[in-house]
Structures are given as C-alpha cells and as structure tokens.
C-alpha cells in the first residue's frame, strides 16, 4: 500500500514534468498524510473545446457516491488496481474520473518475521524513489462525494499493483507508477475506455527505483522535514534493521467525527 509520500522538487521541474496549465507555488513536503490535501492532476475540456490538463488539490481519502455517512465507512488511501473495474465503489471512476498523484517518493515499511503487536518485533521505513531523479506519477481514482446538506468532498486514492522485484523485499505491493508516455492515455478517460487502461496498471519495471532504509522520524505526521529522508544505513542491510512499527491509520469516523 501507500500510506505517506513526499513531494520535494521544485514546482517548476514538475509543473514541466507532467505538463499542467496552473503554475502552483507548493512548499516541498516530505510526510504528506492521508486525509491532507494532495495535488493530483487532471484531464479537463477547456471553454474552447481542447482538453488540457489541469492540477488541483483533492482529499486523500476516496468517498464513493453512495456513501450516506462517511463516519460509518473506512478511510480509503489505496484500491487494488487488480479489481478496480469489479468493485462498485471504484467502477464509475474507473470509467469516467482518472487522475494521477504529483510525488518524488514514498515510504512502506517492512514488517519484522512475527508480525505487529505487543512483544512482536519492530518495522523498518524505507524511502523509493526514481533513479532518474523524476518525480513519480501514482496513477489514481477520484471522486465527488455530495453530503445531504449539499455539501461536496473532492477525494482520491491511489492504485496499487504486485510489487517489482526491489519493493518484494519489502512488501507485497506498490503503487502503480505511470511513465510520461502514459500520462495521456491514462487521462483521457473519453479516448481510452478502462479496460484498455488497466493495461497500464502493471509493476514498475525493475530497473525504475532505488530504496534505502530511513530512521522512524517518518512514523511521526509533525516530522515533515528532510530529517525524515535521511538514510540510515544501506539496503543490504534490511535484514538486521529494526525500528518502532509503522503508525497505525485513523479510520473515516475519527475524521469526520
């Protein structure tokens, strides 16, 4: 899964990358968390007919339509893109409203043999990223929860796939990582039907990113500072590494609530 994630080039290198209209002053993050405010970008249809994309700030928290109270139903950070056009809370977007997560890397932690809770041996954060030095484009789903009151809620999640042999050392799953070339078919949800873009929903191929193990300041929302990306030591020593278990993820009712 993905649960926290940074954003730290400048906002001219991304705005470059990824090609939107806005020209957005963001500060650089390092421990962005769900819940917050997150940019993605989007594929709109301007007033003179040309589709462009266009970034905004959604929700990081994924509310299906039908939703009547989101205190009654789980925080969603993350959909498996295995099953995305099955599940009804993810069909209709699937279909009509894709969008793709601004990032440059994220964090998973491995869990120790024994598993989590009282006397269980501690996790270890990692941070990925790109080799390239990119940013990183997590393919994902959005949609516009409306209240009985009237009231709108714009929230995405993120797309995850089986790990890449590098993140298998880790953890079973990643997120869908798009490549530039993608961005448009992956967008364009009028040109390119989903069943035609779930073939882009695949692992990153191996040779794409590099990790490296980081000190528990990430577990901690408030550490939103280059502290948290410091690395600790190399990735041949996962094995030996050990660290406090990764937080624990509120659920919809503590949010709304």
């Not at 009547?68 to 409203?97: G, H, I, Q």
């Not at 799953?173 to 993608?182: F, G």
Request: include cysteine; glycine fraction near 6%.
């Amino acid at each position: 899964m993905c649960g926290r994630y940074a954003i730290t080039l400048p906002p001219d290198a991304v705005r470059a990358y990824f090609r939107y209209v806005e020209q957005p002053n963001f500060p650089p993050r390092t421990n962005i968390a769900p819940t917050q405010p997150v940019p993605v970008v989007r594929l709109d249809r301007d007033p003179d007919g040309v589709k462009r994309r266009h970034f905004a700030l959604l929700r990081w928290s994924f509310l299906p339509g039908f939703v009547k109270d989101p205190k009654d139903y789980p925080l969603v950070l993350n959909a498996r893109s295995e099953t995305a056009l099955e599940k009804a809370s993810f069909r209709n977007a699937m279909r009509r409203r894709r969008c793709i997560f601004v990032a440059d890397a994220f964090y998973e932690w491995r869990r120790a043999p024994g598993g989590r809770g009282k006397g269980k041996p501690p996790s270890q954060p990692f941070l990925i990223r790109r080799r390239d030095g990119n940013p990183m484009a997590f393919a994902g789903l959005w949609e516009t929860w409306t209240g009985p009151n009237g009231e709108e809620v714009d929230g995405a999640c993120v797309l995850t796939t089986d790990a890449n042999a590098l993140m298998g050392a880790v953890h079973d799953r990643m997120p869908v990582i798009l490549e530039p070339e993608d961005f448009d078919s992956w967008l364009d949800a009028d040109a390119v039907e989903a069943e035609a873009a779930m073939a882009l929903l695949r692992p990153a191929r191996d040779d794409v990113l590099e990790m490296w193990p980081i000190a528990t300041h990430v577990n901690k929302v408030a550490n939103d500072n280059c502290d948290v990306q410091t690395p600790i030591g190399p990735v041949e020593c996962i094995d030996s590494m050990t660290a406090p278990a990764a937080p624990e993820v509120p659920r919809q009712r503590d949010l709304f609530g």
